[in-house]
């Protein structure tokens, strides 16, 4: 998918602030976005070695959500977990996301992951 297709505007999840949502449908199991990418750096903290997308920094928290995380060639991906309709707003569980990074060993600073609990 291309940035084009998406959009930033008021999160529907109250205290989110803003959120990314989708011009397009996307059909469940479509690979979204690339999440994060591993840099040059190598501090053993996740949020120092590796780079989120900007258009990732914008998918908030859910318990159903839209999207899931998964590695690929040392970068995490966001795909489609279910049809998403034009206009909706995507989200991850980040416990997901903290799933996929804690057995990689890195430490996490845990401030670019806010979610209720």
């Known amino acids: 998918m291309n940035a084009n297709q998406f959009f930033i505007g008021k999160s529907?999840?109250?205290?989110?602030?803003?959120?990314?949502?989708t011009h397009v449908p996307i059909k469940a199991g479509t690979v979204v976005m690339v999440s994060f990418i591993k840099n040059e750096k190598n501090t053993g903290v996740f949020e120092d070695d590796f780079n989120q997308?900007?258009?990732s920094g914008k998918i908030n928290h859910s318990y159903a959500p839209n999207l899931s995380s998964f590695w690929y060639k040392g970068a995490m991906y966001k795909k489609a977990i279910r049809n998403i309709a034009p206009n909706?707003?995507?989200t991850?569980?980040?416990?997901d996301t903290m799933n996929l990074i804690s057995p990689l060993g890195y430490t996490l600073r845990m401030d670019f992951l806010w979610f209720e609990k």
Do not use: D, H, V
């Open 12 to 21: 529907n999840i109250p205290g989110a602030g803003q959120g990314i949502f």
């Open 53 to 55: 997308s900007q258009a």
């Open 88 to 90: 909706e707003e995507l």
């Open 92 to 95: 991850s569980n980040y416990a």
